[in-house]
């Protein structure tokens, strides 16, 4: 009876490890969330922002197939290199920080393709406006770094409509270009510490 007992919480065990989250933090010093907009459709304006924080959590040390991906971004960290524009992107013609502090990415699905190749499905809010898009995520590997800590590597990318957030800002030039193109293009590089 005892013998039957400790066998079957042996498997029980060994099935709950089996399963046991492997989780995965953002290093804010190797990682970067870079947006770029066409301005005055001629020329491609650059910004990203510093503070975040992310997590990636997975059921193996290897393979994220299924990996739960999570990013909360504050808004008020956006940088353009110019505090005129910056100082403009934080009002209500854009992210409304006082409003809406935070902007967030929840995975719905993350789905190896082929090779290094995955897609990511999750869900984009930005100023209290979520939409679902699609990232084309490129895996860069893990290794065992210098001081012993296990990292992983991403790049995704993606692109999406701001006014489809309410990030309305739409002075048009008479031409009928927009001074800032709705089309903004994201990407994130990330480099991931095992906890």
């Known amino acids: 009876m005892k013998k039957g007992f400790f066998f079957t919480a042996l498997l029980v065990l060994a099935s709950i490890a089996s399963f046991a989250q492997v989780k995965w933090n953002a290093d804010p010093a190797h990682t970067s969330i870079i947006f770029g907009v066409k301005h005055l459709g001629l020329s491609y304006v650059q910004g990203h922002f510093n503070k975040f924080n992310g997590t990636i959590e997975t059921t193996d040390s290897t393979n994220f197939q299924n990996g739960k991906v999570d990013f909360t971004v504050d808004a008020s960290s956006?940088?353009?290199?110019?505090?005129?524009?910056?100082?403009?992107?934080?009002?209500?013609?854009?992210?409304?920080?006082?409003?809406?502090?935070?902007?967030?990415?929840?995975?719905?699905?993350?789905?190896?393709?082929?090779?290094?190749?995955?897609?990511?499905?999750?869900?984009?809010?930005?100023?209290?406006?979520?939409?679902?898009?699609?990232?084309?995520?490129?895996?860069?590997?893990?290794?065992?770094d210098p001081w012993g800590l296990r990292r992983a590597g991403f790049t995704a990318k993606t692109t999406i409509n701001r006014l489809d957030f309410g990030v309305k800002y739409a002075d048009k030039l008479p031409s009928g270009v927009y001074a800032v193109a709705p089309t903004v293009d994201i990407t994130v590089n990330v480099e991931a510490v095992k906890q």
Not at 79 to 91: A, E, N, Y
Not at 119 to 131: C, G, P, S, W
């Open 78 to 144: 956006i940088s353009t290199g110019v505090d005129q524009r910056d100082g403009h992107l934080k009002t209500d013609d854009f992210f409304n920080v006082a409003e809406y502090p935070a902007i967030t990415l929840k995975s719905v699905s993350l789905k190896k393709v082929a090779g290094n190749k995955y897609l990511l499905l999750a869900d984009l809010t930005i100023r209290n406006t979520t939409k679902r898009v699609t990232f084309d995520v490129t895996y860069n590997g893990v290794i065992k």
